[in-house]
């Protein structure tokens, strides 16, 4: 299909039967929400079809409307992959190509639900809730509000079209791992729309819904693989393939004001309140994650599986759950050791190829909340501080490792990380382990300050850091489980 054949189906987009938008069609909105949105229509719970945006890739927009949007989902159970097609998804629109198309589906009064899973960068919001005015993409809308390139903008641009044309809002729901996701979200919105127009940011704030969710279904990159078993398990080519672990699990603050699929009917937990069952993914899956993805690049491990293969490692993982379990009041319905022990299972997955270093990616937006809430929550208790520090000591080795291996000029590259400059002007030359601490701990903005003033802390990630950098990662985890 050529560029301009694409654009003439996309102006002429056919609304019937969709209910839903959703910003960010990847791997992973593709095994979880679309999967969740396929069996709750199986269920005959009404029209609820997605329309799915991509906001920079082209490719994939392609791929779907080339073959109707249907896609094969690869589960890898550990005795063998499964297969299974997935329908829920009825067109595919590119926004760097047109973003025309996207704002008309947003405005059409068809559209009640917008799912978003751009990851954290791509929001161009603040911890406080406030737009970066010097995120490109948000820098762009605010000078060029009718013809927004970055998710916030297009989110008001058809917001302001609906409340032009006297329709109902559409209810957003992010589905990235942000902490308080709704509450951040509703944030940057209100205060992008009140940049633009004051009384588009008022009707906003008191008409728009923003259900917070907690997501939770590891997906690594689809390969060759990944492409060669959806050929055998359903006789065709499928580009848009991807594959995924069997379990999977969604979260979803039941605030849907113009209605929603039944999404408890395809296993969704609706609930009034997110936060406790974020707060334990975060730290106990995402924080465990974080640890595998650093300290495992140090050791040499490409896969989480291949690292968890190893029983030191496996054992170190553990005790990091345990950990963070310390750091959270009990949930009702919730035993922490079970949890941890399903996590240690998942990771170990055999069929699950996991890459530490796409985990790793975007450091300075994940660890704030998977490491430095709860290390700030434990400083009193050095041994459970450990794991945490251990965490953060070893994303600081392979940044000052990264740095050391790349050329001048790619340095920044290499890191993966939004704040990649700053990290590398922050650096400098420094091999020294307090040094690289002092320098990456108080770049601003982003370790909680009462975290970033304890000796505690300090002194234990230094200590690791030291030992990573000397003796390596096998010997700092040996030294992490000693009594």
């Not at 791992?177 to 633009?196: M, S, T, Y």
């Not at 530490?356 to 975007?362: C, F, L, N, S, V």
């Amino acid at each position: 299909m050529t560029h301009s054949d694409a654009s003439d189906r996309e102006t002429d987009l056919p609304l019937e039967g969709a209910g839903i938008v959703h910003i960010g069609i990847g791997a992973f909105h593709r095994a979880h929400q679309a999967v969740y949105t396929h069996d709750a229509m199986a269920g005959l719970n009404g029209d609820w079809h997605i329309i799915g945006v991509s906001l920079r890739s082209t490719e994939i927009v392609d791929a779907l409307n080339a073959q109707g949007c249907a896609f094969s989902v690869i589960e890898r159970h550990p005795d063998g992959p499964k297969a299974r097609k997935i329908t829920s998804m009825t067109h595919a629109l590119a926004a760097a190509r047109d973003v025309a198309p996207v704002i008309d589906a947003l405005a059409n009064p068809a559209i009640r639900i917008v799912t978003i899973t751009v990851t954290e960068k791509a929001y161009g919001i603040d911890r406080s809730g406030k737009v970066q005015r010097d995120h490109p993409a948000i820098k762009h809308d605010l000078e060029n509000p009718a013809a927004p390139s970055g998710l916030v903008g297009i989110l008001v641009a058809g917001l302001k079209r609906r409340k032009d044309a006297g329709l109902r809002p559409f209810t957003i729901v992010s589905c990235d791992n942000l902490p308080a996701n709704g509450h951040l979200l509703r944030a940057g919105v209100i205060d992008f729309a009140e940049q633009i127009d004051p009384g588009l940011g008022q009707w906003i704030a008191e008409h728009v819904s923003f259900p917070s969710t907690m997501v939770d279904r590891i997906t690594p990159a689809a390969t060759a693989q990944t492409f060669a078993d959806a050929k055998y398990l359903t006789g065709h080519d499928d580009p848009a393939a991807i594959e995924t672990e069997p379990f999977s699990q969604w979260v979803i603050e039941d605030d849907f004001p113009d209605g929603r699929p039944a999404w408890e009917q395809a296993g969704a937990i609706l609930v009034k309140d997110v936060e406790p069952y974020e707060l334990m993914k975060l730290r106990m899956l995402n924080g465990s994650h974080s640890l595998i993805a650093y300290v495992g690049q140090l050791g040499g491990y490409r896969y989480v599986r291949d690292a968890m293969a190893n029983n030191m490692f496996a054992k170190l993982v553990a005790r990091h759950m345990e950990n963070a379990a310390a750091s959270m009041t009990p949930l009702p319905g919730i035993d922490f050791a079970d949890y941890g022990a399903e996590l240690v299972a998942r990771f170990r997955n055999p069929e699950i190829a996991h890459e530490t270093r796409q985990i790793a990616m975007d450091g300075t937006e994940k660890l704030p909340q998977r490491i430095f809430a709860p290390a700030l929550q434990m400083t009193n208790a050095p041994k459970q501080l450990g794991t945490f520090a251990l965490c953060f000591a070893a994303w600081l080795a392979v940044m000052r490792t990264r740095i050391n291996e790349a050329d001048a000029s790619e340095a920044a590259q290499t890191l993966n990380d939004p704040r990649a400059d700053d990290i590398v002007a922050a650096l400098g030359d420094d091999q020294e382990a307090a040094a690289i601490y002092d320098r990456l701990a108080h770049l601003q903005g982003w370790m909680p300050e009462g975290l970033k003033e304890s000796a505690v802390w300090r002194e234990a990630v230094i200590a690791r850091l030291s030992l990573l950098l000397s003796e390596g990662a096998d010997h700092a985890i040996a030294q992490e489980l000693a009594p």
